[in-house]
């Protein structure tokens, strides 16, 4: 008597549903993301110390004020991701929380070149790289979730490219210029990064259900010997 054994390949042709990829990406940004509220504060903090002479204060305090908004809005997001149960789907609302943390972050360093105000072209050029910075460490982060990172960045190449198209300097207009190209490259390279972890995450869907396929079977397998030497003996 054969036992029907069900054809690895078939199983291999399999795809992971989109829910589950999304949710498995989701995972991996919130891990990412998790650092990020403790040392948000504490940087701007200290940058703020360093550069109180140099910058406007009133300027200053409204930068403080939207990284205390972006920390609290992130802390509240990941203690609602991270408090759903094992195996459910993520709520909308927390999925909406998440969303408006990266708005929220992308608006904090969007603001960088405008606390520099009126101050020397130098120091403008020293806080355009923070959101230069932040945006290429956000394509890490984001990997995966095209949706998360594209919030993050537009407020962030929307804020900071207005401020350099604003300013008088034609340095810093053509830096505003060279932002939104750096911008578009980074979308390219996401997209990448992200293809990269689909493909991760469909591969460990495949393999999960592969194996789990097996140990079935070889239950089975288990059960018929049982039954035939049982038989035998009889």
Known sequence: MELPVADPSSQLAEDAPSWYVRERALAAVARNLAPAPFLLLPFTLLVSSLM????????LGWWILASVAATGVTLLGLYRYFMVVDGQSTPRSTQFLIGFAFVSLGLYFGMCP?????????MVLLLTLLPA????????ITAGRSDLYVSFLLPVAAISGWTLIGADDSRLQSLAVLS??????????????????IDAIRLQWRSARLLRDLAHERGELTGLNDQLEATNKR
Request: hydrophobic residues 45%.
């Open 52 to 59: 109180q002479d140099d910058l406007s204060r009133s300027r």
């Open 114 to 122: 405008w606390v520099a105000g009126e101050s020397t072209v130098e």
């Open 133 to 140: 910075t932040a945006s290429a460490l956000g394509c890490i």
């Open 180 to 197: 939104a190209f750096f911008g578009a490259v980074l979308l390219m390279v996401h997209h990448a990064a992200s293809q990269s972890s």
